[in-house]
Nanobody, 118 residues
Framework: QVQLVESGGGLVQPGGSLRLSCAASGSMFSIYAMGWYRQAPGKQRELVAGITSRGLTNYADSVKGRFSISRDNAKNTVYLQMNSLRPEDTAVYYC????????????WGQGTQVTVSS
């Protein structure tokens, strides 16, 4: 019984910042790869960032240098720090849990809306 609950979304001006949080229930959080996906209306769902159980990270080219994924295993929480936000970052952002080997989502959160607009 895995539950992923995102928070921190909202409306922000271009150039602004947001930090998304994902609180995960279930056991053995620390062994799983975690990720953030996003989907805008009419667009393909895309991987934004991922982090392995060892703390290795990867990012979509479109967010590299602006976004940072991190995890706090003691809190069963994964974060996405988003800086220098652009209108094209507007999307519903989903937290995902993979397995101990890769980021392929096994569980999804409900999503949190991020809107970047002036």
């Amino acid at each position: 019984q895995v539950q992923l609950v995102e928070s921190g979304g909202g409306l922000v001006q271009p150039g602004g910042s947001l930090r998304l949080s994902c609180a995960a229930s279930g056991s053995m959080f620390s062994i799983y790869a975690m990720g953030w996906y996003r989907q805008a209306p009419g667009k393909q769902r895309e991987l934004v960032a991922g982090i392995t159980s060892r703390g290795l990270t990867n990012y979509a080219d479109s967010v590299k240098g602006r976004f940072s994924i991190s995890r706090d295993n003691a809190k069963n929480t994964v974060y996405l720090q988003m800086n220098s936000l652009r209108p094209e970052d507007t999307a519903v952002y989903y937290c995902t849990r993979g397995d101990m080997f890769d980021l392929t989502p096994r569980y999804w959160g409900q999503g949190t809306q991020v809107t970047v607009s002036s």
